[in-house]
């Protein structure tokens, strides 16, 4: 168990539709990163939160954003769902907003888009 | 970040040493080397990283050649769960950048009884 939780564990939606992933990162951890899992891309980095100001930008399209709450909480927001936008989405957490401390995972939302 | 390049595949024997390759021939002097792995569709599992001393920890170890363009991670005696997926990422810990992980394709460690 990396400290890391993710809800809802599994999503299954229609297309053009909006969903929430939540992610609460590990005690004390101030930096959040989303990625997405897919069949055909595999893991890549969608966005970076570090104590509640966005830090970095991946290949996040403009239907999705994010944010980090007061409570280092964050929720990755999907809209206007497409069929490709199925995949796994994995949030994980550090304690620095750099480098030099390793990022821990949690298990993940699977998304489905019908 | 510095390419990696991995063998898609592997097989161990349960309880023998796996020994999984990494090639970063274009590692920068501030990049390090992270390992990690991910055990079908979990999360990725953080193993080691290192920059350029041999590193060891209760996972694995890491062995990472003088010049910097290769490593390996050395599982000492490999077991049945060990199956998964393994990552190389090379990344630079300072300096302002992004420190994303770029995850490539990464090497299927497949250890059989």
């Given at each position: 168990d990396s400290g890391v939780t993710q809800t809802p564990k599994h999503l299954i939606t229609a297309t053009g539709q909006r969903v929430t992933l939540r992610c609460s990162p590990r005690s004390g951890d101030l930096s959040v990163y989303w990625y997405q899992q897919s069949l055909d891309q595999g893991l890549q980095f969608l966005i970076q939160y570090y104590n509640g100001e966005e830090r970095a930008k991946g290949n996040?399209?403009?239907r999705f954003s994010a944010q980090q709450f007061p409570d280092l909480h964050s929720e990755l927001n999907l809209s206007?769902?497409?069929?490709?936008?199925s995949a796994l989405y994995f949030c994980a957490s550090s304690s620095a907003g750099g480098g030099g401390n390793e990022q821990f995972f949690g298990p993940g939302t699977r998304l489905t888009v019908l | 970040d510095a390419k990696t390049t991995q063998p898609p595949s592997m097989d161990c024997a349960e309880g023998r040493a796996a020994n999984l390759p990494c090639n970063h021939?274009?590692?920068?002097?501030?990049e390090y080397v992270y390992w990690y792995r991910q055990i079908h569709s979990q999360g990725p599992q953080y193993i080691i990283h290192g920059l350029k001393n041999n590193e060891t920890n209760e996972m694995a170890s890491l062995i990472i050649t003088e010049d910097r363009k290769s490593s390996t991670l050395i599982l000492p005696h490999a077991t049945l769960r060990d199956t998964a997926v393994y990552y190389c990422i090379v990344r630079a810990n300072?300096?302002?950048?992004?420190?994303k992980l770029t995850f490539g394709k990464g090497t299927l460690l497949t250890v059989n009884p």
């Open positions: 996040i399209l403009e206007s769902l497409e069929l490709g936008d | 021939s274009t590692i920068s002097g501030n300072s300096g302002g950048s992004n420190y």
